[in-house]
């Protein structure tokens, strides 16, 4: 065996071993930033801070989730949830891929949700900002991580704002 | 075969370390690691401190798993490059508060001051949101 090959081989296995990335930049502030703040932020008025965070919290209920986390002194609540990741997309192509001799094909399977929200105070009392932001970890069928993301999708963000206006409402009128 | 067993026993030297080590993380460097983990910030509160680490951290795309107001300490995850965890604990001092993170990539420490400078680049911009309270 060359020296070439040897060191191929033990860098391709330090390299195995080691790096996902350059850390340093998952500390910078993204270009889509401000964008992303505006999508997980909405301002409430007239509202304590703690009648934000109990509208919070029965909005993770009504959504399925379970809190993991809270310290209402840094209006600060976490909560996960479990959930089914079946793609019909995947399945289909797997399907395909089987039909054809291309063997059982792995497909997402299971994920789980953590979603933290954080309310701010504003300038002017009773005034807060709720920010909220969601990850998820999918595991397919083989039972390997196949996605570690965190959750861009507008929809989501507007979905759960929806609720949580509502759930503001009743506790503003309580 | 001389070549491969050579390989492996290469391969095996380059992650050696003693389970001391590998348990506290070894000696030597520790008040070098913490003065570049660590941030002085005057006229400030505690409150507003761990306010803004939470703005930032949530800025950086991480999701708080534990905060504690009277221990001054926020852990948050953050799932691209890797799942990477972070720490960042607030104290009081006479004119202020000091604050100090310290952040793991899987099994790695993260070691490198470029870490720890772009996340206090990023803090100094929420500490400014915070204390002004525009967020």
């Known amino acids: 065996?060359?020296?070439?090959?040897?060191?191929?081989?033990?860098?391709?296995?330090?390299?195995?071993?080691?790096?996902?990335?350059?850390?340093?930049?998952?500390?910078?502030?993204?270009?889509?930033?401000?964008?992303?703040?505006?999508?997980?932020?909405?301002?409430?008025?007239?509202?304590?801070?703690?009648?934000?965070?109990?509208?919070?919290?029965?909005?993770?209920?009504?959504?399925?989730?379970?809190?993991?986390?809270?310290?209402?002194?840094?209006?600060?609540?976490?909560?996960?949830?479990?959930?089914?990741?079946?793609?019909?997309?995947?399945?289909?192509?797997?399907?395909?891929?089987?039909?054809?001799?291309?063997?059982?094909?792995?497909?997402?399977?299971?994920?789980?949700?953590?979603?933290?929200?954080?309310?701010?105070p504003r300038g002017s009392s009773d005034t807060h900002t709720v920010r909220m932001t969601m990850q998820r970890v999918v595991w397919n069928t083989q039972g390997n991580v196949s996605k570690l993301e965190t959750i861009k999708d507008e929809t989501v963000y507007k979905t759960f704002f929806e609720k949580l206006s509502k759930a503001v409402f009743l506790e503003k009128n309580i | 075969m001389k070549t491969l067993i050579i390989t492996l026993a290469f391969i095996s030297l380059v992650g050696c370390q003693t389970l001391s080590q590998q348990a506290t993380g070894g000696g030597g460097t520790q008040l070098q690691t913490r003065q570049l983990q660590t941030k002085n910030v005057e006229d400030i509160t505690k409150t507003q401190a761990l306010r803004a680490s939470i703005a930032t951290l949530q800025d950086l795309e991480f999701v708080i798993d534990k905060a504690d107001f009277v221990l001054g300490s926020v852990t948050a995850t953050k799932l691209t490059y890797g799942i990477i965890k972070i720490t960042v604990i607030v104290r009081k001092t006479k004119r202020g508060v000091t604050i100090r993170a310290n952040a793991r990539q899987g099994k790695n420490p993260l070691a490198d001051p470029l870490v720890y400078q772009n996340f206090f680049t990023a803090l100094d911009k929420s500490i400014f949101l915070v204390k002004n309270k525009i967020n």
Do not use: H, W
Not at chain 1, 27 to 38: G, M, W, Y
Not at chain 1, 66 to 71: K, Q
Not at chain 1, 85 to 96: E, R, S, Y
């Open chain 1, 1 to 120: 065996m060359s020296i070439t090959k040897i060191l191929s081989i033990t860098l391709a296995a330090a390299i195995l071993t080691g790096c996902v990335g350059n850390p340093v930049e998952a500390f910078k502030l993204s270009a889509t930033n401000l964008q992303d703040r505006q999508i997980q932020s909405r301002v409430y008025k007239k509202i304590k801070e703690e009648s934000i965070l109990a509208a919070s919290a029965a909005v993770f209920q009504d959504m399925g989730y379970t809190l993991s986390e809270s310290e209402t002194r840094l209006g600060v609540i976490t909560a996960t949830k479990d959930a089914d990741a079946t793609d019909g997309g995947q399945v289909a192509l797997a399907i395909f891929a089987a039909l054809f001799g291309g063997g059982q094909a792995a497909i997402d399977d299971k994920q789980r949700f953590t979603t933290t929200i954080v309310v701010l």
